[in-house]
C-alpha cells in the first residue's frame, strides 16, 4: 500500500495516494511495526505537502523523521530530510531547504543509495537556486541530472532538467532554458508525470511572459492548471496550480473550467492520526 502510494502520487492520482499511504498507516499500526509506520507516514506527509496542507505534512514528515532518528535508521532520515527540504522549497523557505537538503546529503552516503544521492543532490541545488547562488546551483543541478541519467531515474532527472531551466531564464539564457524543457516534454507525457509537467509549463509560461509572447505564456500557464488539477482541488498539485493561476491572472485571462473534485467516486479514506501522544509524539 505504500509503495502504491508513492507511485500514485507521482501520477498525480493524489486521493487514492492519501488513502493508499493511511491504509498502510493503520496496518502497520495494527502490528506496531514502527519502521513501516514510519516510512508511510514519511509518504502521508508527502503527498499532504503536495496538497499545500503545510501544517499537517510537517507533522507527519517530522514523526516520520523522529521515528528513523530513535531507531538508528540513518538512511530513511536521511530520505525524510530530502522530503522536508522539498516541502521546504515549495513554500519559499529556502534557507530551511538548504539545511534539510545538506542533511538528506550527507545521511545518503551511510548506505550509499544512489536514488538518496541524486534526490538530495537535486534539492542541494534547487534550495541554492532560490538563495541566488547560482555558481552552486548549476553545479548540484548537473551533478543530480548527469547521474539520473546514468541509471535511468527519470522521477529525478526531471526536476533537474526544470529547476536548469529556470536557472537560465533568470540568468538571461532564454535558447538554454527551452533546450532543458525540451528534455522534459516525452518523458513527462509518457510517464505519465503530471506534477513535473505542470512545474515545467510554469517555467515555459515565464519564458513566454519574458520574450513577450502573451498568446503562447497563456497556452503554456493554462496547460500547467489542467496538469496540476489532477482530481481536483483539494487534491491538486497546489503548488502547480497556484503558480499556473497567478500567471493567468496577470495576463488577463480566465482559468479552465474543469470538473470539481466528487468524492462520490471513492470510498472514505480510513482516519489516521497523524501524531498520536505515544514515545514519538512531538510534545
Given at each position: 500500500m505504500g509503495n502504491l502510494s508513492n507511485a500514485l502520487r507521482t501520477s498525480g492520482v493524489l486521493f487514492e495516494a492519501e488513502a493508499a499511504a493511511c491504509y498502510a498507516v493503520v496496518i502497520t499500526r495494527s502490528q506496531k511495526d514502527r519502521f513501516w509506520?514510519?516510512?508511510?507516514?514519511?509518504?502521508?506527509?508527502?503527498?499532504?505537502?503536495?496538497?499545500?496542507?503545510?501544517?499537517?505534512?510537517?507533522?507527519?514528515?517530522?514523526?516520520?523523521?523522529r521515528m528513523f532518528v530513535v531507531q538508528a535508521h540513518n538512511q530513511y532520515e536521511g530520505w525524510t530530510?530530502?522530503?522536508?527540504?522539498?516541502?521546504?522549497l515549495w513554500v519559499g523557505a529556502f534557507v530551511d531547504a538548504r539545511v534539510f537538503a545538506n542533511r538528506s546529503w550527507e545521511l545518503a552516503h551511510v548506505l550509499n543509495y544512489e536514488r538518496d544521492v541524486i534526490r538530495a543532490t537535486h534539492v542541494q541545488g534547487a534550495a541554492a537556486l532560490g538563495l541566488h547562488d547560482f555558481a552552486t546551483a548549476d553545479e548540484r543541478l548537473h551533478h543530480a541530472l548527469?547521474?539520473?541519467?546514468?541509471?535511468?531515474?527519470?522521477d529525478?532527472?526531471?526536476?533537474?532538467?526544470i529547476a536548469l531551466a529556470e536557472l537560465r531564464r533568470r540568468e538571461g539564457k532564454h535558447d538554454e532554458a527551452r533546450e532543458f524543457l525540451d528534455d522534459v516534454w516525452g518523458s513527462a507525457e509518457?510517464?505519465?508525470y503530471p506534477l513535473f509537467h505542470a512545474d515545467a509549463c510554469n517555467v515555459?509560461?515565464?519564458?513566454?511572459?519574458?520574450?513577450g509572447d502573451t498568446k503562447a505564456a497563456i497556452e503554456a500557464a493554462t496547460k500547467a492548471y489542467r496538469l496540476a488539477w489532477c482530481d481536483g482541488p483539494p487534491y491538486a498539485y497546489h503548488w502547480g496550480l497556484v503558480a499556473a493561476q497567478k500567471h493567468l491572472a496577470?495576463?488577463?485571462?480566465p482559468v479552465p473550467d474543469l470538473p470539481p473534485f466528487d468524492p462520490a467516486r471513492y470510498e472514505p479514506m480510513p482516519e489516521v492520526e497523524i501524531d498520536p501522544e505515544d514515545e514519538f509524539h512531538a510534545g
Open positions: 509506520e514510519a516510512v508511510n507516514m514519511d509518504w502521508l506527509g508527502f503527498t499532504l505537502a503536495v496538497r499545500g496542507m503545510n501544517h499537517e505534512s510537517v507533522s507527519a514528515l517530522q514523526r516520520s523523521l530530510n530530502f522530503e522536508l527540504a522539498q516541502q521546504a548527469t547521474r539520473a541519467r546514468q541509471v535511468n531515474l527519470v529525478e532527472e526531471l526536476p533537474a532538467l509518457g510517464g505519465p515555459l509560461a515565464q519564458l513566454e511572459r519574458d520574450a496577470e495576463l488577463g485571462a
